[in-house]
């Protein structure tokens, strides 16, 4: 059988910026016999993150996250519908899911591998399981949880960078749901922002490419920052953390203001700004989702009842096509998107 591929076609550089042309749309043979354990599923939904930058360089710089090889296909979050099986715990029309979904029309996957998941915990909406009601969602819930020390009722403010993107636009939620009084969001239009306020329930929003992010921060965070979920890094970041109170937590989600620079991540901190974490006793440490594994279905029913309830609003930025890939990576990378960025393979 003949399918569609998308291959890694050339790397960007360590610190370049990634285009479209880094990827490339091929065709390919796959197997017409499965082999007993596997199956063959057909792609529906691709998922593009802003740590799959990391993974075009020959080296990631990060021991849990393996490159992408030049000329091979490329993967990660997918879902999609099983055609045929030669496992016994998969059948014919099962939806599934895996973090190593390869980038093609259709494949032969391992069904040790995968997920089952269930419609009727997104309503129907397939693509939520890449994202608010998959990994996406866990790293903002499971991150907020483990490492932001949420009090009720202890007038706590957070805020959030990155807030209109696929993490953040959650983590803003789910902070006002765990119990902050307040909730400011940092990102880089006016549009995201008004999103941010009108729709997902945030007190303030800041676009950083306009003004003075540190006055305009004070202004809004009149009491001072306790809590900082962490999506960019960089200069946003060390603005945010000279704000922040004394024993206060930054939630370290992702630095994508960094990606396309090599250096280690998390990438190392100003020392001054260090020095402001060790005097005000602020946490900040790394969080990897997967050290959480044992609470992901549990995080995943508390995700999924807050969608159907009303208390989780979920916005996408679709993409029809897998020959669009590369299009909606550097997108992604460069703001285009509001909430998660899907790509849609077929329906």
């Known amino acids: 059988m003949r399918v569609h591929r998308v291959v890694l076609n050339s790397r960007p550089g360590k610190n370049g910026n ?15 016999k499965l082999n007993a354990g596997q199956v063959k599923v057909q792609t529906l939904y691709l998922s593009v993150d802003p740590y799959m930058r990391i993974r075009m ?15 091979e296909v490329i993967d990660g979050g997918g879902v999609g519908v099983i055609e045929e099986s030669k496992h016994a715990n998969w059948a014919k029309g099962d939806f599934v899911t895996y973090f190593n979904w390869p980038w093609q029309t259709k494949a032969i996957l391992d069904g040790n ?14 693509s939520y399981f890449l994202g608010a009601i998959g990994t996406t969602g866990l790293t903002s819930f499971l991150g907020i949880k483990e490492k932001g ?3 009720v009722g202890s007038n706590q403010t957070m805020v959030v960078s990155g807030a209109a993107g696929a993490c953040g636009s959650l983590a803003g939620q789910i902070g006002r749901l765990e119990g902050c009084s307040r909730v400011v969001g940092i990102c880089g239009t006016n549009e995201k922002c008004s999103i941010l306020v009108s729709e997902l329930g945030f007190d303030a929003a800041i676009n950083y490419k306009k003004g003075n992010v540190a006055k305009q921060l004070r202004e809004v965070c009149p009491s001072g920052v306790d809590v900082y979920f962490d999506n960019v890094g960089g200069v946003i970041s060390d ?16 630095q ?9 991540h998390p990438p190392p901190l100003l020392p001054e700004v260090e020095s402001i974490l060790k005097t005000k006793n602020i946490t900040r440490e790394r969080f990897l989702l997967f050290d959480y594994k044992d609470k992901f279905e549990s995080g995943i029913l508390q995700l999924s009842q807050w969608f159907k309830e009303g208390k989780l609003k979920i916005r996408e930025t679709v993409i029809n096509g897998l020959e669009n890939m590369g299009v909606a990576f550097q997108s992604m990378m460069t703001g285009g998107n509001i909430g998660k960025q899907i790509v849609r393979i077929s329906e």
């Not at 990634?18 to 017409?32: I, Q, T």
């Not at 591998?113 to 397939?126: A, S």
């Not at 603005?239 to 992702?254: A, E, S």
């Not at 994508?256 to 280690?264: E, G, L, R, T, V």
């Open 57 to 71: 360089n020959d080296y990631s710089g990060a021991d849990f996250i393996k490159p992408w090889q030049l000329s």
């Open 149 to 151: 020390h949420i009090t």
């Open 18 to 32: 990634p285009v479209a042309e880094n990827f490339h749309m091929e065709e390919a043979n796959l197997p017409d």
């Open 256 to 264: 994508i203001s960094q990606y396309n620079n090599d250096m280690a």
């Open 113 to 126: 591998t995968l997920e089952k998941v269930d419609p009727q915990l997104v309503d129907g909406h397939l």
């Open 239 to 254: 603005t945010v953390i000279r704000q922040m109170n004394q024993n206060g937590h930054v939630i370290l989600c992702g």
